[in-house]
């Protein structure tokens, strides 16, 4: 079954040493979430946004996304959850911890319902924009399963995180999980040659 990767970038963009614009390129078909204003974003233009994107794909999306764009991807409105057959949600920052700032303190507080699409949360154990214990709390309210990456970080350039094989390992894991929950369309029936097709 085909997918559409979309790429769903945090605050202040992916720069080009980044695992996600590095994915972008050698991932079949990705789209890449371009956001009106990376520096001061604002949560109902960035979560309109990215649902303006899974809203345009002709086929099921997989949802790739990074820090801040982690929460605009679990607040996806209820109708488009359905075209959602999994999310990679990587390092997903907790804007309501001390010291954000005010920018992105308006994103809170962060939503802890359950999805229902198959997800994974990829957090480094030493974070400085997520505790380990909070983003165990976002895995558990979001059903997502849990991958910690020991002195991850940020899991982005600044951490060491380029081209990120492990995390294409990550991807490749959630996509086959995905295939079982996205129903495939009914098969087309052939007309029988010789019956009126119904009024």
């Known amino acids: 079954?085909?997918?559409?990767?979309?790429?769903?970038?945090?605050?202040?963009?992916?720069?080009p040493g980044h695992w996600q614009s590095r994915w972008a390129e050698c991932l079949p078909h990705a789209r890449?979430?371009?956001?009106?204003d990376w520096e001061t974003p604002d949560p109902a233009v960035w979560n309109a946004t990215v649902a303006a994107c899974v809203d345009e794909a002709a086929c099921p999306v997989l949802l790739i996304a990074?820090?801040?764009?982690c929460l605009a991807a679990v607040n996806l409105p209820v109708p488009l959850r359905a075209k959602v057959g999994g999310a990679l949600l990587v390092a997903p920052a907790d804007v309501e911890q001390a010291g954000m700032p005010d920018c992105l303190r308006s994103f809170g507080p962060v939503s802890l319902h359950s999805l229902s699409f198959q997800s994974v949360v990829v957090a480094g154990d030493d974070d400085p924009y997520c505790s380990l214990d909070r983003?165990?709390?976002?895995?558990?309210?979001?059903?997502?399963?849990l991958e910690v990456i020991p002195s991850g970080g940020h899991i982005n350039t600044d951490s060491g995180f380029g081209e990120?094989?492990?995390g294409l390992k990550l991807l490749s894991a959630l996509r086959r999980r995905a295939i079982w929950r996205v129903a495939a369309p009914l098969p087309?029936?052939?007309p029988v040659p010789g019956v009126?097709?119904?009024p």
């Open 66 to 69: 990074h820090s801040l764009g």
């Open 196 to 198: 009126a097709a119904a």
């Open 1 to 15: 079954m085909r997918f559409q990767p979309i790429i769903v970038p945090g605050w202040k963009d992916s720069g």
């Open 32 to 36: 890449r979430v371009r956001q009106p």
């Open 188 to 190: 087309r029936v052939s």
């Open 164 to 166: 990120w094989p492990q």
């Open 135 to 145: 983003a165990q709390q976002f895995a558990r309210a979001w059903g997502s399963r």
